[in-house]
């Protein structure tokens, strides 16, 4: 949690993104964002309302037609994906994220391939937040539950220490237990200084923990705010969160 100055160079500046997959079909409609230093920022909105693009689009896996990414005020648009990770990008998609013929600490090295010499000390970060993790290590990640797996997505980004964490739904597809720790956890991540951008189809919980957010609709940012207003904001309620109750 942070409060940003308004002159501060954001860790993220997405200006007036249009990108797509496919020739002449833009996803992104002029899409903007803002994460400053230490922020948790979510992003909800309707389905194929192009929220894992955008976060695409900061990582380079989507084409950008026109519009800029900073990071840190440095023009990254475009950029692929080795050159983000060692630059601080971390993005955790929402499947497919760990490697399951590979141990728990051989995901958590393969985090780190591009800075092996500082293991041990960054898996001291990552067990003092996914402690349970440290005591598995030896372990299959094939082996381990939706909700584990998640956990070992998260330490595997963390291990190159990254400025910003891109998050793509983090909660989707566990257990209402492993829900909440997803959201407990990101929000440790948070705590410990680093700035996260986080999807999440469980809206209303999201804001919740959020400093700021975005409800994106057909490519573009619709409303932003902090959490709260957006919690309380009655067309985006009416709109966006109005099914999934209080
Ligand atoms: N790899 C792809 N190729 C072509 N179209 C895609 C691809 N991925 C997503 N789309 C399209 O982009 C739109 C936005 O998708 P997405 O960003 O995944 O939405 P959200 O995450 O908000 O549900 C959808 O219409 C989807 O069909
Ligand atoms: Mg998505």
Redesign the pocket.
């Known amino acids: 949690m942070s409060t940003p100055t308004a002159t501060a160079t954001p860790v993220v500046h997405v200006d007036d993104v249009h990108a797509g997959?496919?020739p002449g079909v833009n996803?992104l409609n002029g899409c903007s964002l803002i994460a400053h230093q230490g922020e948790l920022i979510g992003i909800i909105?309707p389905?194929?309302?192009?929220?894992?693009?955008l976060l695409k689009a900061i990582f380079g896996q989507v084409n950008i037609r026109s519009g800029v990414v900073t990071l840190e005020g440095d023009d990254i648009t475009g950029l692929p994906a080795n050159k983000l990770v060692a630059r601080g990008v971390g993005f955790i998609p929402q499947t497919n994220n760990v490697f399951p013929s590979l141990t728990i600490e051989e995901n958590l090295q393969m985090g780190l391939y591009q800075n092996p010499s500082v293991y041990k000390e960054r898996l001291e970060f990552v067990t003092s937040i996914f402690g349970e993790l440290g005591k598995r290590l030896k372990q299959r990640a094939g082996s381990l539950s939706g909700g584990e797996r998640q956990m070992v997505a998260m330490s595997r980004a963390l291990m190159m220490d990254p400025k910003v964490l891109l998050l793509d739904e983090p909660s989707a597809g566990l257990s209402p237990v492993r829900q909440d720790e997803a959201f407990i956890r990101v929000s440790e991540i948070n705590k410990a200084g680093v700035t996260c951008i986080m999807?999440e189809q469980n809206a209303r919980r999201c804001l919740q923990i959020c400093d700021r957010g975005y409800v994106?609709d057909q490519g573009r940012d619709a409303y932003t705010g902090t959490g709260r207003e957006l919690l309380n904001d009655s067309k985006v309620t009416e709109l966006y969160l109005g099914s999934l109750g209080a």
């Open positions: 997959y496919l996803i909105g389905n194929g309302a192009g929220k894992s693009t999807v994106l």
